[in-house]
């Protein structure tokens, strides 16, 4: 009997230390993110929403400037919100070391909490290898070129990535930020019925040029023409707000996405883009601009003055106006961010 009890009691502390250890392995893998040393921070719900914030940040290695840029953009988001916000780094594994020091040094130095999540850039590039294809063909000057990278086509598929998320803004490492990004989180509830992304217009020229034959066949079209003459001059997918729920159940998006469809707008439109998503975003804008919330010129102040120095030199300052208060500095092709 004596043995019994003791065999009994040796299987009672054998079964309570193995779930003291699965516990333990439960709680690691929640603390931890993408099964790497750099653990996951508190959560903070605001109004039963979670801030999802996405951004790349790869090829520190032969870019080093992206490490200056993502440092400062990471700095204004943090410096000017109240809020816990997710970030969502897509990122190659030596530029990842270099994010989490960037990342411990800004919580430390603004004392503002952050919740991070890695993405694997080579995960996410097998899962967007068909729509990179397709786009290309479209959206690419050559084989090689800069923005036919297959991560300038992340948008287009970031719903079918992130699963479990429904309302994200997606921005570019040459941004700065100067408000609170809780206040672009507000623009979803001005969407209308029918919108998916909400996106800013591009400040140039560069699809009033892309546009010119059809312009030419079309005189009174306000396709290409500057916001501030009342026209629709494309967009810039520097800044985007995607309702995931709703572009996972936009069958109009889906059949935007066909080689049948963008072969029929391309060549309605004669356009030939080099711009990656952004070309694409612009393309359906010409069709189906109720897909699209136009978000205000200041949530995303592109500063590139590339198209005044070729050939728009009398008419560039039509396109690059934005008399609106500045909410982020865009600092596209290359532009230093002064402010």
């Given amino acids: 009997m004596r043995l019994y009890y003791k065999t009994l009691s040796i299987l009672v502390c054998s079964v309570l230390f193995l779930i003291c250890i699965y516990s333990l392995v439960i709680e690691l893998q929640r603390n931890y993110s993408d099964g790497s040393s750099f653990p996951k921070e508190h959560l903070s719900i605001h109004n039963n929403e979670e801030y999802n914030v996405w951004c790349i940040f790869t090829k520190v290695r032969t870019h080093k400037v992206i490490k200056e840029r993502f440092n400062r953009m990471l700095f204004s988001l943090l410096n000017t919100t109240s809020s816990v916000i997710t970030l969502n780094l897509i990122t190659d594994s030596s530029s990842r070391i270099v994010a989490k020091d960037i990342i411990l040094n800004l919580k430390n130095s603004t004392g503002k909490d952050l919740k991070v999540s890695f993405h694997d850039v080579n995960v996410i590039t097998n899962k967007i290898g068909n729509v990179v294809y397709l786009m290309r063909k479209y959206f690419s000057s050559q084989p090689g070129a800069y923005y036919s990278d297959p991560l300038f086509f992340v948008s ?3 719903h079918k990535i992130a699963f479990t998320q429904h309302k994200v803004i997606l921005i570019d490492v040459d941004t700065l930020i100067k408000v609170d990004i809780v206040e672009l989180f507000n623009e979803f509830s001005k969407f209308s019925n029918e919108s998916i992304i909400g ?25 290409g023409v500057a916001h501030s003459e009342g026209g629709f001059p494309g967009v810039n997918s520097g800044v985007l707000a995607l309702d995931l729920d709703r572009l996972r159940s936009s069958k109009l998006f889906e059949e935007l996405l066909t080689e049948k469809s963008l072969d029929r707008l391309t060549k309605k439109y004669f356009f030939k883009g080099h711009l990656g998503d952004q070309d694409f975003y612009t393309l359906i804008g010409l069709e189906h601009l109720e897909l699209l919330h136009l978000l205000d010129c200041g949530w995303n102040r592109q500063l590139c003055t590339w198209w005044s120095k070729h050939g728009y030199s009398e008419t560039f300052h039509k396109f690059f106006s934005c008399p609106s208060p500045i909410k982020i500095y865009h600092g596209n092709c290359n532009t230093d961010i002064l402010s």
């Fill in 156 to 158: 287009l598929v970031l």
């Fill in 199 to 223: 996106i800013a217009p591009e400040l140039s020229p560069v699809y009033h040029h892309i546009l010119y034959r059809y312009r030419q066949q079309h005189k009174n079209t306000k396709l």
